[in-house]
């Protein structure tokens, strides 16, 4: 593994620790506080009362920082794009250690993981000036690692330095260094079709279904009666609802025949 990446994997190392030390203190000040509130109002009610304001702040502020900023940051102290690099560099690590076909398996899982976490969970506010100087580039590169990274990595055919200059260009946000990565993936590789997503491939299964023809023609039919019924009802001044109401026959024997149509027109 290049000597840059196992440098920067260490820092993160050193800093993801830190970090859980500082929310574990903070964690226990704000739990503390919390708990002698509660006493003051179990033993000394009519203290309480004086500074009843401050103490339902105090109870309200501290509970949830503790839930939903000490703890999440307690199990995910790095942001997303250090995660990402740590991803990418466990990749190489598998990679060095065996060129089976299992070992470029648990790659694409991390290769896939790093993108994910980039495109999903980086956060805007913590890069703000970096991500808008360089917004065309980092979608180039979302672009690249989908396109082209995960399936050569599928493939077995991803050369390990390349991984290397991907781990590099995210451990120090390196406008110049993503911007060669890209250059060097687009020269190196042909970028591929985007596979289709999990939920297209059930829409498209289902739909192929006989119900989901039923279904997907019902929706044709009915829908094309409505805009039809719509556009008659504004022609002749009518309230459109007015227009359904009195006339359902339209509606119903128009969809189904439309819809009857429609099926018939597929089987052919």
Partial sequence: ?????????????????????????????FSFLVIITYLIWLYFPSQLGAFFGLW???IFFAGAYIFFGAIPKLFNPLSPEYIAFKSVAEAIE????????????????????AR??????????????????????????FENLELIVLPEVAESNIKIEHLEEIALALSGLDIEAIKKVNATLETSYKKRPAPPRKGEILVKIFRETSVGKLLTSLAMGFGLILIISFVFAIGTEQEFMTFLRENPEI???????????????RKK
């Fill in 94 to 113: 598998i990679l060095e250690k065996s060129n089976e076909p299992i070992a470029y398996e648990e790659a694409y899982r991390c290769i896939k993981k």
């Fill in 116 to 141: 994910n976490k980039l495109e999903y969970d980086m956060e805007l506010s913590e890069v703000t000036s970096w991500y808008h100087s360089i917004d065309e580039i980092l979608n180039q590169f």
């Fill in 251 to 265: 509606v119903i024997l128009g969809g189904l025949g439309i819809s009857g149509i429609s099926i018939w027109k």
């Fill in 56 to 58: 339902v702040l105090v």
């Fill in 1 to 29: 593994m290049h000597n840059d990446i196992e440098k920067a994997l260490l820092r993160l190392k050193i800093e993801a620790k830190e970090i859980r030390k500082k929310m574990r203190i903070r964690i226990a000040i």
